[in-house]
């Protein structure tokens, strides 16, 4: 009988034990990490968003994926050549990318700050970079499109 209620005392020491741990708060740089990750993910979200909304495939193609791996966002986004002047019946795929490539800054800027190593963080900002150069794409596409003819004078 001693042995049992040994064994019993050990047992719920050992559940209060884990209890304790289980509820101890993670440390304060991990629910940071968390914090930011869960930032870069709803931007990311709003991306494939607006990817879909402009019937683009979700995620950016392999090959922009690594066309964009080592340029910033600024570099993905300069498309159009110079001094090119977008017609406003492009404004509105011209928007989303705009909005797509401010998406891409605000994702790059915090995985930098969580660092070179943090792969997760840098596959965001690398995906959102190609979506940013992708729809930087569709605009410039757009403005080219000789569209209506103009009228004879």
Known sequence: MATLRAVLVGAGLALGIVACVKGT???PEWQRRQQR???ITALWTQIRDWRREAHMELDPSPQMLFQSRD???KESARVCPDGHEVPTSCDE???LADAICDNAE???IIADELGPHDELAQEKCTSSKASCREAKQRCCGCSEDP???EAAP
Do not use: Q
């Open 106 to 108: 605000a994702i790059c």
């Open 71 to 73: 340029r910033t966002v």
């Open 25 to 27: 708060p993670p440390p």
């Open 37 to 39: 990750m869960n930032e």
């Open 93 to 95: 795929v011209c928007n």
């Open 147 to 149: 569209g209506e003819p």
